[in-house]
Nanobody, 115 residues
Framework: QVQLVESGGGLVQPGGSLRLSCAASGSIFRLFTMGWYRQAPGKERELVARITGGGSTNYLDSVKGRFTISRDNAKNTVYLQMNSLNPQDTAVYYC?????????WGQGTQVTVSS
């Protein structure tokens, strides 16, 4: 069972940037495709970006060109660099394996984009 701890969220103005981090436990972390998910109030959780163990990436259309997912397998950490943030990006952001297979969610990190 992978344990996940997200950090790096906060309040940012429209057009601003944040970098999220997700620290994962487990010696086989590098074998998993990892993703960043988000859940806005009243909406279902959605997959925003994913990265394979080898570094291939995919993004939700609405974040392409603005968000960049990366990973450091030596540190068991996944990152999400978020630029040009807009209010529609406001949500709690979580990381987890992809596809989601029932593993426990971390506490998430709140991202609020507001002027």
């Amino acid at each position: 069972q992978v344990q996940l701890v997200e950090s790096g969220g906060g309040l940012v103005q429209p057009g601003g940037s944040l970098r999220l981090s997700c620290a994962a436990s487990g010696s086989i972390f590098r074998l998993f495709t990892m993703g960043w998910y988000r859940q806005a109030p009243g909406k279902e959780r959605e997959l925003v970006a994913r990265i394979t163990g080898g570094g291939s990436t995919n993004y939700l259309d609405s974040v392409k060109g603005r968000f960049t997912i990366s990973r450091d397998n030596a540190k068991n950490t996944v990152y999400l660099q978020m630029n040009s943030l807009n209010p529609q990006d406001t949500a709690v952001y979580y990381c987890n394996v992809v596809p989601y297979a029932g593993s426990t969610w971390g506490q998430g990190t709140q991202v609020t984009v507001s002027s």
